[in-house]
């Protein structure tokens, strides 16, 4: 029997409408004739989703027991006695009652496939055990009900049912997907604006991917060596040479010309390990890429126009861009070259040759012949000067030996010559050798003459074979350098990239490092004194102090002082080391010790040149630390003034209006109208009362000399308080707290002000008639902290004014002039702050504000957050 088939609805949250696809996709099955029942589907009481459940046939679910409870499962047995030819599954990784058949849905569901009977399923994709721990790292939540990739992945169809964040915020608080009292709650946690785009990206990439996999797969199937030109992709070669940062440029400047184009760009590195590019070249041409948006990539191959074209095959590439070759005309002459090779056999992928100031200079800087050190090519040579006598009067001395046996005898000293001291010690050995074993032990005796042909042949071939063992070592010893010299700079720019990525600036750290890598005495970064003389000194003569140096100005001479340095003792001025790279006229890295060669010098340069940049960033750094406090002194006094000049002025006018209006003694008030004066100056000496006490504990807050008791509170006795303190406007406000709440750790005397503040003001922008919600929950992985919630209906506040509205002396917009200097949000995210906890404003579902303040449970009671499932 074939298995089933399976069809799976996958979305990037609850309630994008994965369920309602699943339905419709059944119905319309059902209408064209398929039989289609519906083995399971949760409607959580979705009207939409239960009408189109309306006139399908459901299968009865399986009744399960679990602690006296009884739930309503899949029946596997009564799908499979039914036989339909489709059957809908709703939430594929759903976890069953322990004691089922299975102990996962999807289980269930593989039984029904292979059964031959196709499955429509929906998932979301925070259960794909692959996406797991990122899905953790997003919301906070652990998902303990997960699907394994492959079962997915094996499924004939995987369709992306897709909705903007914002859209489902708004299903969500119409009550589309929960009932209102469990949306307010899942809005501030789980279905946040930053939670679900980041899971919306997640699916979206999964999907991406799979989508790929099946195009690569049909490419397989049938097939296809072509490119599916889908989209432009333009990828260049980069050699590591000087002309690297014109074709990528040129790259660029072709992708440019169609929409959607992806740019990138690629590096073969020989399999045989050999550095030939130059690494500090190379880093420049990749972060020039990644500036233009494309991406870099490294490949490995013994051949570089098949890598280059295997690689555009791979990646689906349109256009290649190739440099035309450096090497001169004798060179071109004798052999193609990567460019001519690889457009012959570039089939389908068009290939730019592109010229540059590069091209035809086969004249570059040739590495280094040595392969071995002076003391390995003595050691070879005095081998062969002293092994090769010694052999011939040993031998002599048996007098009985074959020639043959000889040969093999003199050819092992040749390869342990060629191993000691590398080639020419070898081929010398090896040209001596055949004159001593022909004038000693080759027929005729003491002459040169051979009679035999075969004693003739032997010698050629002994001479022959130790040649080619002489110059295969060598050129071991060779790449073994040159993959160690690789390695090295390798191993300093990405040490050097790592801390530029990371934005640190540990200049002693980053010289020790360069220094254990290539082995030098010491490396120090100098600077010029500001009353030095100009230009890098050119003196030789002996430093001034001692010492492994410092940071800013420590053991300078001559007009010089140490930044910062690394090893043994530090280079006074520029000239006393063996080697100096100056950055410009006022930096100069003086580096002690020998080192490797140009290729050396060129990582040096490029190390000298990010540790300037670093030195500079941290002293800009540095000089903005000390001027903050005094722009924001400066700052605050500004506005205090601006505040107390305008909006103390108020209050205290009209209570003095009010006074002089008693007091005059020419009018004669009516009872109404002096209880309407003596109302008037009681109102504004409160309101300025409140404002000095604010004003007062806001200087508190920022000199830290305010006072606080922090012990367990209950937020059930504090916001009945908060209410009664409001005045008239309590009737607009609704305790929505949960009965369980833990106690939480908080001065009540602040907390009770705080909560006064973001209560009056949510009550004073909301729309009247329209109350205000307090409401609270258990927040945190570990249920360590609380989530206090006002909730408005007002006209909320912009994403890009939220900070502001918490800076001192600071209204928004600054519309209301007769509401005090603008110190409440400041003041009440202060005081949350000095209680351990935050004070954050989001945006209420369907318009307004809703101000979170967060506060740490008391150390004794820890309660576990709801799961998701049960928002």
Not at 105 to 115: F, K, P, T, Y
Not at 371 to 382: E, P
Not at 428 to 456: D, I, K
Not at 809 to 819: C, P
Request: proline fraction near 6%.
């Amino acid at each position: 029997m074939a298995r089933g088939r399976l069809r799976v609805y996958l979305g990037a949250a609850p309630g994008v409408g994965k369920t309602f696809a699943m339905l419709a996709e059944g119905r319309g099955r059902g209408e064209h004739g398929t039989d289609v029942v519906v083995g399971l589907v949760e409607t959580h009481g979705r009207e939409r989703v239960e009408r189109l459940l309306e006139g399908m046939e459901i299968v009865p679910r399986a009744a399960a027991e679990h602690r006296g409870a009884v739930f309503g499962e899949l029946d596997v047995d009564a799908v499979i006695a039914r036989r339909p030819e489709v059957v809908l599954v709703d939430e594929l990784a759903h976890t069953n009652v322990p004691g089922s058949r299975n102990a996962k849905r999807w289980q269930d569901v593989e039984e029904i496939l292979e059964a031959g009977i196709d499955v429509v399923s929906t998932l979301d994709v925070q259960h794909l055990e692959s996406l797991r721990e990122a899905v953790e790292e997003i919301t906070g939540v652990v998902q303990r009900e997960t699907v394994p990739d492959e079962v997915v992945r094996r499924a004939g169809q995987v369709e992306l049912v897709d909705m903007a964040p914002e859209a489902l915020r708004r299903r969500m608080a119409h009550g589309d997907v929960y009932a209102p009292e469990r949306a307010e709650v899942a809005l501030s946690t789980y279905f946040r604006p930053g939670n679900l785009t980041a899971l919306r990206e997640l699916a979206l990439l999964w999907v991406a991917g799979e989508v790929g996999d099946s195009l690569g797969h049909h490419r397989a199937e049938h097939r296809v060596a072509g490119v599916r030109e889908t989209r432009e992709r333009v990828v260049v070669a980069l050699a590591g040479g000087p002309e690297g940062e014109t074709l990528v440029r040129r790259a660029a400047r072709i992708a440019a010309r169609s929409p959607r184009a992806d740019l990138l760009a690629v590096h073969v590195t020989m399999a045989d390990g050999l550095a030939n590019a130059d690494p500090a070249r190379l880093a420049r041409q990749r972060a020039l890429v990644e500036s233009l948006g494309g991406g870099y990539h490294q490949v490995v191959g013994d051949d570089v126009p098949r890598a280059l074209l295997d690689f555009s095959r791979r990646v689906n590439a349109t256009q290649l861009v190739l440099g035309v070759s450096r090497r001169g005309r004798l060179a071109r002459a004798l052999s193609r070259g990567v460019g001519v090779t690889t457009a012959a056999s570039s089939g389908t992928v068009d290939v730019h040759m592109v010229t540059h100031e590069e091209a035809g200079r086969s004249g570059g800087r040739r590495p280094s012949r040595a392969a071995l050190t002076r003391s390995r090519r003595l050691a070879g040579w005095g081998t062969a000067l002293l092994g090769l006598p010694l052999l011939t009067a040993a031998l002599l001395g048996i007098g009985h030996a074959t020639l043959p046996s000889v040969i093999l005898l003199f050819l092992l000293m040749v390869v342990c010559v060629a191993l000691t001291g590398g080639m020419w010690p070898a081929i010398t050995a090896a040209v001596a050798g055949f004159a001593l074993l022909n004038w000693y032990f080759t027929p005729p005796f003491h002459s040169l003459a051979v009679t035999r042909p075969e004693n003739l042949l032997a010698l050629v071939v002994y001479v022959l074979v130790a040649i080619m063992v002489s110059a295969v070592v060598d050129l071991a010893a060779r790449r073994a350098r040159e993959a160690a010299l690789a390695g090295a700079e390798a191993e300093v720019l990405a040490t050097l990239a790592g801390y530029v990525l990371r934005g640190e600036a540990a200049l002693p750290s980053l010289l020790s490092r360069l220094r254990e890598i290539f082995g030098l005495a010491s490396v120090t970064l100098l600077e010029r004194r500001p009353d030095g003389p100009s230009g890098p000194s050119g003196s030789s003569g002996p430093g001034g102090s001692s010492g492994s140096g410092g940071l800013d100005g420590s053991g300078g001479s001559d007009g010089w002082r140490i930044v910062a340095t690394g090893g043994g003792e530090p280079s006074t001025r520029p000239g006393v080391a063996g080697t100096d790279v100056v950055v410009d006229d006022d930096l100069v890295l003086a580096v002690r010790g020998w080192l490797p060669g140009t290729s050396g010098r060129r990582v040096l340069e490029a190390f000298a040149a990010e540790a300037a940049v670093a030195l500079r960033h941290r002293r800009l750094a540095e000089q903005a630390g000390r001027l903050r406090p005094l722009a924001e002194a400066d700052r605050m006094r500004t506005a205090l003034l601006a505040a107390v000049s305008h909006d103390l002025r108020t209050p205290l006018a009209s209570a003095r209006a009010a006074v002089e209006g008693l007091r005059a003694t020419d009018v004669d008030w009516a009872p109404d109208d002096r209880e309407e004066l003596l109302a008037t100056a009681d109102e504004s000496l409160a309101k300025l009362d409140r404002l000095v006490v604010n004003l007062l504990d806001m200087s508190r807050l920022q000199a830290g000399v305010l006072g606080l008791t922090l012990q367990p509170t209950a937020l059930e006795e504090i916001v009945p308080r908060v209410v009664d303190e409001l005045g008239p406007p309590h009737d607009r406000v609704l305790n929505r707290l949960p009965e369980d709440l833990p106690e939480i750790a908080a001065d009540p005397a602040l907390l009770e002000r705080v909560l006064v503040n973001l209560v009056s003001n949510a009550v004073r922008h909301s729309p009247p008639g329209v109350a205000v919600l307090v409401g609270a929950s258990v927040d945190g992985d570990d249920g360590g902290h609380v989530g206090i919630r006002v909730v408005d209906r007002g006209p909320g506040i912009p994403e890009e004014s939220r900070d502001r509205v918490f800076m001192p002396f600071q209204r928004l917009g600054d519309r209301d002039n007769a509401t005090g200097v603008g110190l409440g949000l400041a003041l009440s995210r202060g005081l949350a702050e000095a209680m351990g906890g935050t004070l954050v404003p989001d945006e209420t579902p369907g318009g307004g504000l809703t101000m979170v303040l967060t506060l740490p449970v008391f150390p004794r009671h820890r309660a576990a957050p709801a799961p998701v499932e049960n928002l």
